[in-house]
Structures are given as C-alpha cells and as structure tokens.
C-alpha cells in the first residue's frame, strides 16, 4: 500500500491575514489508513483539510507554497471536480453543505453537476443510502433530521463521489453521544470498505481507537505523528498543546510516576481496565 | 411556520395526481387561476371549486385541505364581504352613511368577490400540496436546459431557499428569544418603535449567515456546482398521456371560460340582467 | 428560587407533548446540570424559568412569583439565559456595548452600568477587548463574552445552554472555571450539556431527562452510579465512574475524580490501608 496523499513544505496564509496559517508541514497519508487529526483551536487543522482537498489553491485565494499530492497528481494541477472525486470533504456544519429538500436529491445533486447518467446516479444514491443507512429518510427535508443524521447526509452526499479519501473535519464536535455514535459507525463501516479516512476530532479516545496514526497540529506546524499508542500515551506533550488525554491514560501516568511499573500505558477505556483489574488482582 | 413547512412537505406523498408531471400541473394551475379573474359567475366559480377539491379527494390531501379551508376561509372572505361592499358605487343603496353606500348590488358583486378568492386559493393549495418544490424545479430546469438553453441558477436557488428558509426562521427565533431574554420588549411601544426594535435582530443573523456563505462556496464548488455547461437529471421529467390530459383539460376549462366571457353574458354574477 | 409544580407544556398546533407532570425544586446557590438525549426536553423546561416558555398545565414559580404573570423582562433581572451559540447572541459594535445592552433594558442607571461593565469584563478577562468589535474575538472569548452580557444584568440565577460546545478542552475549562466561580460568589447555575466528563467535574446536582419526564434527579455521583436507568435515557456516565465501576471488586472508591481513583489504586497496590 503506497502514500495517496503527500505533503511536502506547505505553508499557506491566508488573504488578508499577517500571521502564516500552515508552516511548512510536511505528511504522508498511507493509502486505506485511518488518520486522525487533533490539535487546539486555531491550531491549523482546517486549513491543513483545506489543502488536502484542493479546497486551497483553487477556492480560497492567500498565499499557498509547497505541494500537496493526491494519488501521484498535485493538487495545483488538477481540476476541483477532479479531486473531489478522488478525495471528499465534509466540512463541520452540516446544514451549510446542504441544499436540497430531500435527501436523495442532495446525495444525487453532485453527480447531476457533473453530468453522470441518470442510471449511474440512481445506483450510486441507493448505495450511498444503504451504506449510511438513511434510505428510510430518502424523502424527509433536512429540517426534520438530527443533527448526527444531517452529518450522514453529509457523508452519503460524499461517497455519491465514490471518493477514496474521505476528510471529515470535526463531523462529530456538536453531535450528541447518540448521533457521534452513529456517525461513528458509518465512518467505522468506511474504512472496513478500504476507504482512506482523515478525521479531525477533539476526543481523542474515540480517535485512538479507530486510527491508526495520529497527527497533531499546533500554530501551524506539525508537532508529533505517531500510533495512537506513542502520542495519546504522551501525556505531557498532550497537555502541552491544551489537549485531554484520555482518562485511563491519565490515571496510567499517575501510577508511573509513583514508581509502580506498568507493562504498557493503555490509551482506551477497555485497555485501561483491563490493566488495572490485572495489577489489582496481583494484590 | 412549520404549518408551511408540512404543506410543502405533503408535495412529496403518493397518489395518482402527485404521479403526474409537476409542469403538467403548473399549466393546469396557471390555467385555473386565471378563471377567477374574468369570471364572476357563482355557477362556473362553484364547479371549479368542487372540480378541484374533487381531484384533491383523488390526491388523498382531502383532510388537510378542509383543515387549512376552515382557518383561512372564514377570514379572507369575511373581510371581503366586510369592506367590499362599502366601496361599490353602483346600483340600488339599501344603507348610507354620508358618502359610504351600501347597496344590494354591492353585496353580490362582495360575495362574488369572496368565491373569486376561494377559488383562486383553492387552486392553489392543491397545487402546492401535490407539487415537489424540488420536481417542479427539476421539471423546469429540464425543460429550460434543453429548449431554452438557459442555466440552473434560478431553479437551484428556489429549491435552496425552500432548504434554508425553515432553518433560518428558527434562528431568527432564537435570536429574538435571546434579545427577549435581555429585557427587550418586542411587544410594547407603537408601530415604529417596534420596528426599531426589530432591527438589531438582523445583525447577529447576518454575520453568521456570512461565515456560513464561505462554507456554503466552498461547499457548492467542491459538488460541481456549475462545473459543466449543463447538468443531467435524477429524475427525468417524462410527459406522458395522462399528463398531457390533465394539462389539457386546464386548457380547455379556461378556453370555455374565456368563450362565456367574451361572448355571453353568463360570465358576470349579475348575468340575469 | 425556582419551583416547578405539575409542568406540562404541549407544542400547538401540533399536540406534541414536551414536558409531562414536571416536579422539581432548585434552590438558591446551586449548581445544577440538566442532561438528557436531544428531544428530551431539556431546552423546554429551562426556557420556562425565565419566562419565554409559559407552561400549558401546571405552574413555575421563580421566588415565588408565577411566571405567567410575569413579562420576560421582568423575569430577566432574576435568570439569565446564555443561549448555546454566542453568534446567535452577539450584535454590538463593541464588546462594550454588548455588555451594556441588557441593564440598560432593564433601566438600570447608566453610572452603574459603566461601573459593572468594567468590574465584570475584568473578571472574565475581556477588560482589555472593551473597545474591540465582537467578531475579533475567538470562539471562546464570544462565549464568555455571551455569558458576561448577562452578568452585567445581576441575575441571581444563570442558565448556560451547552456552555462547552464548539471549545477545545483549555477553552472549555476557562468557561466551566468561570461558571465555578460565579456559583461560589452565590449565584445558581443551571447548565444544559452533553458533555459528561463537564458535568462530573463541576455540577453537583444532575437532573436526567428522557422523553419529557425527570427520570434522575439527585447529587451528581448519585446520578452517575445508577447505570441502568441512565442507559434506558441514553446516557452514557462519564469513563471515571465507569472505570470506578469497573474496579468496584477491588476497591471501594470514595472519590471519583481522576486524581482520587489513582491515588486509591496506587495505596492498594502498595498495599497501604485506604
């Protein structure tokens, strides 16, 4: 499996600001891998997903140096209607993203820009509602949604694309547990399907469980990248950038640094429990 | 709000008339409508009435339609039969005040003119509730693209504003319960000075609405949005016979309606003299 | 004060009932979190402590007055409501001005006014942004921004709807420690959120809502520790009361803070007395 995204010296600032949004970052993103984003506000995270999905340079105007490949073309040089079938992006409020008054006519309303034929639309609207299971909502308006379902409709209006890269920038911040739950599990059933997913998310446990590397960003700049494992265990660079570690990670450090030796430091719920139920039966 | 909301809604059932092609009901309608305007004849306005509300029974909308009737009947045609009659100079004064008459006439020539109305509304309420906003946009884009080479701009931004329109009004809700809840007293003062008092609501709604216009941009750009020259369709907008019929038989109640008028007498609600 | 007695409000025209047979008393000086799946409820029943919801059946007495013989601007000089998004708040030219919105509604005199701008605006930090248009300020200094504009108005009672969304975890902490210390000086704070690991650092009372009706109602730790009827809500506790749940065979937790449950696990692996 090769890199389907590289980032190579991007930095960019945007019009009208003094202060460079993205210094000199440079990733790489494995094809069918799941990454995760993480990072205080402010940090970068957007902009960062702006570049990835050609959003910036041929959206937003600013200034925009170094390269962002996408399958082996750079970014400057393709089209948006061509990246936007190769990487997908879901912004965070869903309702901007939606225009329709149903939901199969928002998941079709890409592919009827770009002029598929009306067979093909068909086909790929049923898969995208079954795949995020909204078929019974085919006809609603999105009024009438939650707010986590209006995130799916999001998501399903983004596999009409049939993209490989799926960019999900803070889908789940305002959801409650319930919709994040939901949307989890679509994004879960993604990456089963081999899609490459970049998620930008504040909960890093939830992060930590489905990813398989972490990056974070702050003022800009790529600070750490790593396994879920190396980072979310790091506890101090964590709490350097303003961030809440996961809690039995926390409760893990507090043991450490009373000299009690921990075989690993468990970075989930489970894991942690696990751990300590071990060291507790031991007494 | 959210009444207008489920009328809409209701565009979107299942029945042998919300089957039929949304631009062979638009003629249909355009057709209808324009009934009451030459017509004053209680005869002719009562069948279009009962014809309509006939196909509404088909349409299964019936007990929404009587609901929406019974609200808003009573009150345009009572304020019809009300202040109609005072303006109507013609014929026999049964009542006079200074130069105000109220004659026989003129209280025929307002219940006529309450029947125009429900007849007109009539028509229209059955048109919006068997009409998908967005399949008439569809329809029409379709039928623009390939005849008339014109662009979907216009049909996109109808169907948007019927998207964004319902959250907006909730955030224009919000936003004055956040103002109320700041001791702003929307329902004291006289007419200006609640105006004024409106208008520092705008602003909060405008400034959100700008950060949500950058998304929106970026959103719209990245689904194609006028990416080609043209676009194709979902749902083809297919005219079959039944549609051509329905459309027709609009046609065809205007065209006799337009004979009565310009050749008979019938067509007046005082056609007996 | 605020008692709420057989509330039930009904949404016209539709018929939808949002609140049944409500009973809840919240006295002066607490903090109070309301939790709850969307639709519950919660929005409703807070919205009739200041007046802008008037119940259908039942009565909501704020200091013993009936809120529907009140007008919400009267009621608005007992309990601010800081809605969920300050941009749906937020319209002056200046941070200034915002702050001094709502006391000049109320009519109070305009030196006190000035006086309580400044003396808040430095409590919550904003001293330096007075003279600074709103849309300067990050997310978060607009949501304390939002609450200091009702502050300025000297409500007894403060009810934040989610103050945490939209805030990483730095700016949800200086908002919460803000709240903190607005309950310590004496006033009650009532807080709609979805965000337990909040509501079990700062609220020390929760009330559950599922479907219209109270389902939970007592001290926080109480609340969290009933994991069957907080699943039938769909709520999901907070991980330290999990994790303390969880190893309940080994110790008998009495703290559940974070520091407290490492702190008890590190003297029982040590084998020290708990």
């Given at each position: ?19 460079e949004a ?11 891998s799941?990454?995760?984003i ?5 940090a970068?995270?957007?902009?960062l997903?702006?570049?990835?999905s050609?959003?910036?340079?041929h959206?937003?105007?600013g ?10 073309i750079?970014?400057?040089d ?6 936007t ?8 409020d ?18 009827e ?7 093909e639309?068909k086909?790929r609207?049923e898969?995208a509602?079954r ?15 939650s707010?986590?379902?209006k ?13 490989e890269?799926?960019i999900?920038d ?19 059933r993604?990456?089963e399907?081999g ?17 398989d ?9 790529k600070?750490?990248e790593?396994?879920?494992e ?8 964590l ?8 809690w039995?990670?926390?409760i ?8 009690i ?6 970075i ?7 751990l ?8 | ?12 059932r ?7 092609n ?11 409508i ?7 004849n209680p ?7 009962f014809w ?12 929404e ?6 609200i808003?009947?009573p ?7 009300i ?14 005040f ?9 209280i025929?020539y ?7 109305i429900?007849?007109a ?8 509730m068997t009409?998908?906003i ?47 809840s ?6 004291k003062?006289?007419f ?7 208008v520092?609501l705008?602003?909060p709604?405008?400034?959100s ?9 970026i ?11 043209k676009?194709?369709f ?14 027709f ?6 065209a006799?309606c ?5 050749m ?10 | ?7 039930w ?12 047979d409500?009973n ?8 109070v979190?309301i939790?709850?799946?969307n639709?519950?409820?919660?929005s ?11 119940p259908?059946k039942?009565?909501?007495l ?11 601007s009267?009621?608005?000089r007992k ?16 941070v ?8 000049r509604?109320l009519?109070f005199?305009?030196?006190e006014i000035?006086?309580?701008?400044e ?7 904003l ?9 300067s300020?990050?997310r978060g ?16 009672t403060v009810?934040?709807?989610?103050p ?13 420690e803000l ?7 004496g006033?009650?704070?009532i807080?709609?959120t979805?965000?337990m690991r ?7 009372r ?15 730790e ?7 009827e907080?699943?039938r ?9 999990l ?13 559940l803070?974070?520091e407290?449950i490492?702190?008890?696990i590190?003297k ?7």
């Amino acid at each position: 499996m090769g890199n389907i995204i590289e980032v190579r010296n991007v930095s960019y600032r945007y019009r009208f600001s003094k202060r460079e949004a993205l210094k000199n970052i440079s990733l790489e993103i494995e094809e069918g891998s799941f990454v995760g984003i993480i990072g205080p506000i402010g940090a970068g995270k957007t902009t960062l997903c702006y570049c990835l999905s050609g959003v910036i340079p041929h959206i937003l105007g600013g200034e925009f140096k170094g390269d962002v490949f996408v399958k082996g073309i750079n970014t400057r040089d393709a089209t948006t209607p061509e990246l936007t079938q190769i990487i997908g992006f879901c912004q965070q409020d869903a309702e901007s993203q939606l225009f329709m008054t149903d939901v199969e006519r928002e998941i079709a309303f890409p592919l009827e820009n770009l002029m598929f034929p009306p067979d093909e639309i068909k086909a790929r609207v049923e898969e995208a509602l079954r795949i995020t299971r909204l078929t019974k909502y085919k006809k609603r308006h999105p009024f009438f949604l939650s707010g986590g379902e209006k995130q799916r409709v999001v998501i399903a209006a983004v596999l009409a694309m049939r993209s490989e890269v799926i960019i999900l920038d803070e889908t789940l911040s305002e959801l409650d547990p319930l919709g994040a739950e939901e949307v989890m599990e679509t994004v879960s059933r993604l990456k089963e399907e081999g899609k490459t997913i970049i998620m930008v998310d504040h909960d890093l446990e939830r992060l930590g469980r489905f990813a398989d590397k972490i990056v974070l960003i702050d003022e800009g700049r790529k600070v750490a990248e790593g396994t879920p494992e190396e980072i979310l265990s790091n506890i101090d660079l964590l709490r350097e950038h303003y961030l809440d570690p996961p809690w039995t990670t926390q409760i893990a450090a507090s043991l450490v640094r009373a000299g009690i030796h921990l075989p690993y430091i468990p970075i989930t719920f489970e894991s942690g429990v696990e751990l300590f139920k071990k060291l507790l039966e031991g007494t | 709000m959210s009444l207008v909301l489920h009328m809409l809604e209701m565009g979107k059932r299942k029945s042998p008339i919300h089957a039929l092609n949304p631009l062979a009901k638009m003629l249909w309608w355009a057709s209808i409508i324009i009934i009451p305007i030459i017509i004053t004849n209680p005869i002719i306005l009562l069948l279009v009435t009962f014809w309509t509300l006939a196909l509404s029974a088909i349409a299964r909308i019936g007990k929404e339609l009587v609901r929406t009737i019974k609200i808003l009947y009573p009150l345009l045609i009572g304020f019809i039969v009300i202040i109609w009659p005072l303006f109507y100079p013609h014929g026999e004064p049964l009542l006079q005040f200074s130069f105000i008459k109220v004659t026989t006439d003129g209280i025929i020539y307002a219940l006529a003119a309450g029947l125009r109305i429900v007849t007109a509304v009539t028509a229209c309420l059955f048109f919006t509730m068997t009409t998908d906003i967005a399949d008439l946009a569809s329809a029409t884009a379709q039928f623009a693209q390939e005849k008339l080479h014109v662009s979907y701009t216009l049909p996109f931004l109808i169907v948007s504003s019927f998207k964004f329109l319902p959250e907006f009004i909730a955030t224009y809700a919000t936003v004055k319960e956040s103002f109320m809840s700041r001791a702003v007293e929307f329902e004291k003062g006289g007419f200006v000075e609640r105006i004024r008092k409106h208008v520092p609501l705008f602003i909060p709604i405008i400034l959100s609405s700008l950060e949500k216009a950058k998304n929106m941009t970026i959103a719209l750009e990245l689904k194609g949005f006028r990416a080609r020259e043209k676009r194709t369709f979902y749902k083809p907008s297919t005219f079959k016979g039944r549609d051509y019929l329905f459309a027709f038989s609009g046609v065809l109640a205007l065209a006799i309606c337009l004979y009565i008028r310009i050749m008979t007498n019938f067509w007046s609600v005082f056609f007996w003299c | 004060m605020i008692e709420v007695k057989n509330l039930w409000y009904i949404y016209q025209p539709m018929g939808t009932v949002a609140l049944r047979d409500i009973n809840l008393r919240i006295e002066d000086g607490e903090f109070v979190a309301i939790i709850g799946q969307n639709g519950s409820g919660k929005s409703t029943l807070v919205k009739h402590f200041n007046g802008l919801l008037k119940p259908t059946k039942g009565v909501v007495l704020v200091d013993g007055v009936d809120t529907r013989k009140c007008r919400v601007s009267d009621l608005a000089r007992k309990v601010g409501y800081v809605f969920q998004n300050p941009d749906h708040q937020i319209f002056a030219e200046t941070v200034r001005e915002e702050m001094e919105f709502g006391p000049r509604n109320l009519g109070f005199p305009e030196d006190e006014i000035k006086k309580e701008v400044e003396r808040i605006s430095k409590k919550v930090g904003l001293y330096e942004y007075l003279d600074e248009p709103p849309m300067s300020l990050s997310r978060g200094q607009r949501q304390v921004l939002a609450v200091a504009s009702i502050l300025t108005m000297r409500p007894s009672t403060v009810i934040v709807d989610e103050p945490t969304t939209g805030l990483d975890w730095k700016g949800s902490i200086e908002i919460m420690e803000l709240l903190k210390d607005l309950n310590e000086e004496g006033k009650t704070i009532i807080m709609i959120t979805h965000n337990m690991r909040i509501v079990s650092l700062y609220a020390k009372r929760t009330i559950v809502m599922f479907k219209g009706e109270i389902m939970l109602d007592g001290p926080t730790e109480e609340v969290f520790s009933k994991p069957e009827e907080l699943k039938r809500a769909f709520i999901c506790p907070p991980s330290n009361y999990l994790i303390a749940r969880e190893l309940s065979k080994y110790i008998n937790f009495k703290s559940l803070t974070i520091e407290g449950i490492s702190s008890e696990i590190i003297k029982k692996l040590r084998g020290e007395a708990t």
